[in-house]
Structure formats: structure tokens, C-alpha cells
């Protein structure tokens, strides 16, 4: 299973990492839902390796970065990402404090799952948002990723 989740994380990252260029690229013309959008899937991504690894979160859920440091934060995900894929069980249960205070438990493979759609949720909200803006969406679905 970890050759699944490894492969499910490279495309997530291949996919921001296309993401965050271009909109780096198109800085000018954004709008701020995008940046929220955007800093938002790199956010809640670190949180949730940092449960799982029982470290100290370093963001809020809805905290913005500007554009320059998204590759860098996505970078260290991955990296901690793949950490978690490396040295922990997939079936072990991860307890956690949610943003808000509550107390849940929930088994890895599950929070790993939700982590890649997360992504690809937002992702695909940011290609909204682009479109609305005159500007091209990025193909970002997984069966066109695999094809290349």
C-alpha cells in the first residue's frame, strides 16, 4: 500500500509544484481566492503530516503565504510525506487535536487518502477561479497525469 500512497503524493506534488508556477507566473492577474485556495491546500497538508508525526504545527488552516514560498512549503510536505510512508504503519490508528479543539482518531490510510483529495478538490477550485479570470486551467486529473 505505501507504493499506492507513494504514487497518489507524487502526483499531488507534481500537480501543485504545475499549479504554484503558473500562478506565480500569472501572479498579477489572480484574484485572492485563489491565494487563499492555494495556501489553504499546502496549510492543511502540513498540519496533517505534523499530527501524524506529532510535531508542532508551523500554519493555521487558513493562513496566506505569498506566492515566492508555496514551492518551498509543498516541497517540505512531500518530504514529510514521504517520512510518514517510510516509517509508519498504514493501518496504525493516529490520534489528533483538531484547529477547533476536538479530539478524533482516524487510521493513517484514511488521513492520507483525504490529504490527496483534499488537494484535488481545491485544485480544481483554483481552475474555477481561472476560468472566471480569462486565464487557462491547468489539467490536473490523475488518469491524465498517468498518461504522460
Given at each position: 500500500?505505501?507504493?499506492?500512497?507513494?504514487?497518489?503524493?507524487?502526483?499531488?506534488?507534481?500537480?501543485?509544484?504545475e499549479m504554484i508556477a503558473y500562478l506565480v507566473q500569472n501572479?498579477?492577474?489572480?484574484?485572492?481566492?485563489?491565494?487563499?485556495?492555494?495556501?489553504?491546500?499546502?496549510?492543511?497538508?502540513?498540519?496533517?503530516?505534523?499530527?501524524?508525526?506529532?510535531e508542532a504545527t508551523q500554519f493555521s488552516v487558513w493562513q496566506?503565504?505569498?506566492?515566492?514560498?508555496?514551492?518551498?512549503?509543498?516541497?517540505?510536505?512531500?518530504?514529510?510525506?514521504?517520512?510518514?510512508?517510510?516509517?509508519?504503519?498504514?493501518?496504525?490508528?493516529?490520534?489528533?487535536?483538531?484547529?477547533?479543539?476536538?479530539?478524533?482518531?482516524?487510521?493513517?490510510?484514511?488521513?492520507?487518502?483525504?490529504?490527496?483529495?483534499?488537494?484535488?478538490?481545491?485544485?480544481?477550485?483554483?481552475?474555477?477561479?481561472?476560468?472566471?479570470?480569462?486565464?487557462?486551467?491547468?489539467?490536473?486529473?490523475?488518469?491524465?497525469?498517468k498518461r504522460q
Amino acid at each position: 500500500m505505501n507504493d499506492f500512497f507513494l504514487d497518489k503524493f507524487q502526483y499531488t506534488f507534481d500537480k501543485n509544484q504545475e499549479m504554484i508556477a503558473y500562478l506565480v507566473q500569472n501572479e498579477s492577474e489572480l484574484n485572492e481566492k485563489i491565494k487563499i485556495l492555494i495556501s489553504h491546500i499546502l496549510n492543511a497538508h502540513e498540519i496533517w503530516t505534523t499530527r501524524i508525526l506529532k510535531e508542532a504545527t508551523q500554519f493555521s488552516v487558513w493562513q496566506l503565504h505569498d506566492y515566492a514560498s508555496l514551492a518551498k512549503i509543498d516541497q517540505d510536505n512531500f518530504q514529510r510525506t514521504k517520512k510518514i510512508l517510510e516509517e509508519k504503519n498504514l493501518d496504525e490508528r493516529v490520534d489528533y487535536i483538531t484547529s477547533t479543539s476536538e479530539a478524533f482518531s482516524n487510521v493513517l490510510n484514511e488521513i492520507l487518502f483525504h490529504i490527496v483529495n483534499h488537494s484535488s478538490y481545491h485544485r480544481a477550485q483554483i481552475n474555477s477561479e481561472l476560468k472566471s479570470l480569462k486565464l487557462n486551467p491547468l489539467v490536473t486529473d490523475y488518469v491524465f497525469y498517468k498518461r504522460q
